[in-house]
């Protein structure tokens, strides 16, 4: 089969289509990984070519002899869809898990993401984590996260429950909580260990004043994530933009009542009495 016609490739297509129309990729911001399933690198392996292995710069041991299709270095999600052989490509690793090789896509020459250390570092712990369910990583510049990294302290209690009381559904799609990573230089290995470090524990990490990454197991739970901690962090934007302080919120009891209702599990450390905001 044709690489373009295969279901995962048109769904990673949609995925990259869709953050463009939410405003998170401008210029080239932003990108997507999924490691793929052996079913879907046999439906397509006809088209691989075997380029020159590269290193990837961290060892993912953990995803060696793994396939990948990832969005290439400084291409736009604005051009994904439009023209998806020179934006994206499928890599190989090797059998150390340290070099890669691309094997379809980025036809007119190029990389694949300026951010592949932090992707795979991230599909390693989260394939451990899940038992191999988690296959997308998706990093997008969401405009209200990163306006919220000035203003809230950069720590994963805070932005968790701040963005917990901001849309009641929030605690159910993400009950494990964000994690913040502060300010770093992109695209190296030092940034992709502190992520790495997060992803241990939540599905979400901040990176402050630039972005966000979301894990997920398949193209709509990842979106449907990013775009629903993204419209939290809108409406707390809103709010402080209205004034500074809450008259009423939701309440720790209110959010243990949800937490048995809804059968999820809220870590305690998040439901701590405020000392900012008259304890609101
Ligand atoms: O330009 O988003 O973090 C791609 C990025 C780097
Ligand atoms: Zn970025």
């Not at 463009?20 to 690198?41: D, F």
């Not at 209690?157 to 300010?183: D, H, I, N, S, Y």
């Not at 009542?257 to 405020?274: I, M, S």
Request: negative net charge.
């Amino acid at each position: 089969m044709y690489v373009l016609d295969a279901e995962f490739v048109k769904s990673f297509i949609r995925m990259a289509d869709d953050g463009w129309n939410q405003g998170w990729h401008e210029r080239n911001g932003g990108n997507l990984s999924y490691r793929m399933k052996v079913e879907e690198v046999d439906s397509v392996k006809e088209n691989f070519s075997k380029n020159k292995w590269q290193p990837i710069g961290v060892k993912v041991s953990g995803l060696a002899g793994e396939f990948f299709l990832v969005t290439g270095s400084g291409k736009y999600f604005r051009n994904v869809a439009i023209k998806p052989e020179d934006s994206i490509c499928i890599i190989e690793l090797d059998s150390e898990g340290v070099n890669y090789r691309i094997v379809w896509g980025l036809v007119n020459g190029g990389r694949p993401t300026s951010e592949l250390p932090t992707h795979l570092m991230n599909h390693e712990i989260k394939k451990k984590a899940t038992g191999g369910k988690h296959r997308v990583i998706y990093h997008a510049h969401t405009t209200n996260i990163i306006a919220l990294t000035f203003v809230l302290p950069l720590e994963d209690k805070v932005f968790t429950r701040e963005l917990w009381e901001m849309a009641t559904e929030c605690p159910v799609v993400f009950p494990q909580g964000v994690g913040v990573v502060p300010w770093m230089v992109p695209g190296g290995k030092d940034i992709a260990v502190a992520t790495a470090e997060l992803m241990k524990k939540y599905d979400l990490a901040i990176w402050a004043h630039h972005g966000t990454f979301a894990s997920g197991e398949d193209f709509d739970l990842t979106f449907g994530l990013m775009h629903t901690v993204e419209k939290s962090a809108e409406i707390l934007v809103k709010m402080l933009s209205m004034r500074p302080d809450k008259l009423q919120t939701i309440t720790p009891d209110n959010f243990r009542d949800l937490a048995k209702d809804f059968r999820v599990t809220l870590p305690e450390e998040f439901l701590y009495e405020k000392d900012i905001w008259g304890g609101k």
